[in-house]
């Protein structure tokens, strides 16, 4: 079945860049997102990437997709406090019925010391 | 905030019993997901439902049911609940299950703790 894999935590200082990185194993993936998680709160989809791009920015974030090594990563540019969060990889194939259901990895927890 | 609402915010309650969350999707979406959060299975998908009609199933044991109604507000029942059942219980939304509707917007969870 598919799998996600993301490292669990990653320590940065205040005004670095922070990468995030995530594999999957599903080559049939359609859609990768990356969700963001604060304290007591529902994942907030932050950016996706469809299968056939190898790059989306958005504003501080950048994306970069390698599907050949099924590998996912989010670049955060000049990260902030308000960036400590726990970020969640997904991918998504079209399930039978047109669904598209998404596959999580256990999420990275970043931590962003002043 | 995402537009999706979910009651309670906290349950606790004993073994053996039996409790309903609730969750209103967004304005105008149609579709509705059930996730489970825990530490140990980390967010495994449970169900989907489709303007009223079950769309996918996950991981959802056979204790556990949901159904959306037609002003398409969802449920999930859970039943004889054990302790292992104790964790954050997502819903999410979205206009429709495929193509640019892809996007699934969650609810801030419902918190289970089963004693």
């Known amino acids: 079945g598919e799998d996600v894999e993301q490292s669990l935590f990653l320590s940065v200082r205040e005004g670095d860049s922070s990468v995030i990185n995530c594999t999957y194993t599903d080559s049939s993936s359609t859609y990768l997102y990356w969700y963001k998680q604060e304290p007591g709160a529902g994942l907030q989809l932050l950016t996706y990437i469809f299968s056939n791009m190898d790059m989306k920015q958005d504003q501080r974030l950048t994306v970069l997709l390698n599907k050949k090594d099924k590998h996912l990563s989010l670049r955060i540019a000049d990260t902030q406090t308000g960036d400590s969060a726990i970020y969640f990889c997904?991918?998504?194939?079209?399930?039978?019925?047109?669904?598209?259901?998404?596959?999580f990895g256990r999420g990275t927890s970043l931590i962003v010391h002043p | 905030d995402s537009g999706v609402t979910q009651t309670p915010k906290h349950l606790i309650t004993a073994t053996g019993q039996r409790v309903t969350l609730r969750c209103s999707p967004r304005s105008g979406d149609l579709s509705v997901y059930w996730y489970q959060q825990s530490l140990d299975q980390g967010l495994q998908f449970l169900i989907q439902y489709y303007n009223g009609e079950e769309r996918a199933k996950g991981n959802i044991l056979e204790r556990f049911s949901a159904q959306q109604f037609p002003d398409l507000h969802s449920e999930l029942n859970l039943s004889s609940l054990e302790l292992g059942d104790s964790a954050l219980y997502f819903c999410a939304s979205s206009v429709g299950v495929g193509g640019y509707t892809y996007e699934q917007y969650f609810g801030p969870g419902t918190r289970l703790t089963v004693t």
């Open positions: 997904a991918e998504t194939a079209v399930e039978t019925g047109g669904s598209y259901i998404p596959t």
